[in-house]
């Protein structure tokens, strides 16, 4: 089964804290994603990954950057917490396969911005 | 409990009944379909996909329906249970563009 793991599951941060949010898939997986997700909005795309060090831009990246120093993780950077910020944050990851796009997510990190 | 599903268009159900939860994609293009279901407090589960080049593909208890011609995509559930009770998303790609665009979801009640 593929595992998706997050670092915390619920997180208080206050504002203008840097805040880290760390993901680890253990399926070799090159594709991984961060997601924040908010009532009536859905999932909304922060930033993805197609292999190491690699980046790209999802729909909302502004106030969030990504680090993907190793194939298994991928971490999500608030470089200063705001209050709109606040949010369910998700990760995912995939194989980079033609024949399915299949995205298998975490469990999830409620993130609170006082 | 989360609060993601505040907003959501809600089905209720009668334990054993089957339920119909559709969902309208947007992009003609797509060729890629999958419906993933999300429970309080957890993650999305991915249910079952679909490719273009079919209309149907059924799984355990569940049943996935595609219809091109008006861009509209069905997760169907047999005999449904208490714990089919969550928020269920269909998401939507072109295969190989990597990339999915979910659908807001629907939450479904199911009543012992």
């Known amino acids: 089964d593929v595992k998706v793991t997050q670092s915390s599951r619920y997180l208080v941060k206050r504002t203008g804290e840097k805040v880290f949010l760390e993901c680890v898939q253990d399926?070799?997986?090159?594709?991984m994603f961060w997601y924040r997700q908010d009532p009536g909005l859905g999932l909304r795309l922060i930033y993805f990954?197609?292999?190491?060090?690699?980046?790209e831009k999802g729909d909302i990246p502004e106030g969030y950057s990504v680090s993907r120093e190793k194939k298994e993780r991928f971490s999500l950077i608030l470089e200063s917490a705001s209050t709109n910020q606040t949010s369910m944050y998700l990760c995912?990851?995939?194989?980079?396969?033609?024949?399915?796009?299949?995205?298998?997510f975490g469990p999830g990190t409620r993130l609170t911005v006082l | 409990g989360e609060s993601v599903g505040l907003h959501l268009p809600t089905l209720s159900v009668q334990e054993g009944d089957n339920s119909i939860i559709n969902c309208a994609y947007s992009?003609?293009?797509?060729?890629?379909f999958i419906w993933y279901k999300q429970e309080s407090g957890k993650g999305p589960q991915f249910i079952i996909d679909?490719?273009?080049?079919?209309d149907k593909r059924q799984g355990q208890r569940v049943t996935v329906l595609l219809n091109k011609t008006v861009k509209h995509l069905s997760l169907q559930i047999a005999a449904t249970q208490p714990g089919d009770s969550a928020v269920y998303f269909c998401?939507?790609?072109?295969?190989?563009?990597?990339?999915?665009?979910f659908g807001t979801g629907t939450r479904l009640l199911v009543s012992p």
């Open positions: 992009n003609s293009a797509s060729d890629y």
């Open positions: 399926m070799d997986h090159e594709n």
């Open positions: 679909i490719r273009s080049n079919m």
């Open positions: 995912a990851s995939s194989v980079r396969d033609t024949d399915t796009d299949t995205q298998y």
């Open positions: 998401a939507e790609n072109i295969l190989g563009f990597q990339k999915l665009v």
């Open positions: 990954s197609y292999d190491v060090k690699m980046k």
